[in-house]
């Protein structure tokens, strides 16, 4: 079974500068996807970024990027010139390569709660 | 509407009591997940549901939570003779099964009080 953690149940980052959310998951898979989702206040999850396990360039979404590591099992979302609209939870998922049955789950982590401060 | 749609958005209910928990999930989407939220930690898979296939019940805590989708299109999740423990946020979560990557939109989730 793959699991996932995230080891920093908070983080506080100043409105314009940078931080990094930590994550690391285990599988003994080979193809497999990797997401950052957002919930605001409002719970809804917001995909922020997803990496393909066969890719090694590190996906990119304005100012979200992430740093894959595939050997070590790591997948670190950093956000640069961080905004207000940022605060929010932060959750590192996992799901299979596979679409099929249960293998299209998602599998999440605890969660990162980010604040922003002025 | 456009969206994964849930009702209602709070519910609060008294042990033992049965409760029903209503998703709505994109047009067209024949995947559908239920996922619960507990106090402090990740979303954890309870239920999935693709196109006319039996369910995938596996992530189910015990037998008092059931869940059934009529026509493909609506699911409701229904926990019996509820305990505090049940006390979570359910997020139901939809996709096109045919799309490069499955990619999950979600609702904005029921939270369910148990006193």
């Known amino acids: 079974a793959q699991t996932v953690t995230q080891s920093q149940p908070e983080m506080s980052v100043q409105e314009a500068e940078t931080v990094t959310l930590s994550c690391t998951y285990d599988?003994?898979?080979?193809?497999?996807?990797l997401f950052w989702y957002k919930q605001p206040p409002s719970r809804q999850m917001i995909l922020v970024i997803r990496q393909e396990a066969y890719k090694q360039q590190n996906a990119t979404e304005n100012r979200f990027s992430v740093n894959f590591q595939k050997a070590a099992k790591s997948f670190s979302l950093k956000i640069s010139d961080s905004q207000l609209g940022d605060a929010a939870m932060y959750f590192c998922?996992?799901?299979?390569?596979?679409?099929?049955?249960?293998?299209?789950?998602?599998?999440f982590g605890t969660g990162t709660r980010l604040q922003v401060t002025l | 509407g456009a969206g994964v749609s849930q009702s209602p958005s709070n519910k609060v209910t008294e042990k033992g009591k049965d409760v029903e928990l209503r998703c709505d999930p994109i047009s067209g989407h024949t995947a559908l997940y239920w996922y619960r939220q507990s106090l402090g930690q990740g979303l954890e898979f309870l239920i999935y549901f693709q196109g006319n296939s039996a369910p995938d019940k596996s992530g189910l805590p015990s037998d008092r939570f059931s869940a059934e989708r009529t026509g493909g299109s609506v699911s409701t999740l229904t926990i019996q003779r509820t305990q505090q423990e049940d006390s979570a946020v359910y997020l139901c979560?939809?996709?096109?099964?045919?799309?490069?990557?499955?990619?999950?939109?979600f609702g904005p989730g029921t939270r369910l009080t148990v006193l």
């Open positions: 599988t003994s898979e080979s193809d497999y996807y």
């Open positions: 979560a939809s996709s096109q099964r045919t799309s490069s990557y499955n990619e999950q939109f």
């Open positions: 998922a996992y799901r299979s390569a596979t679409i099929t049955g249960t293998a299209s789950k998602l599998t």
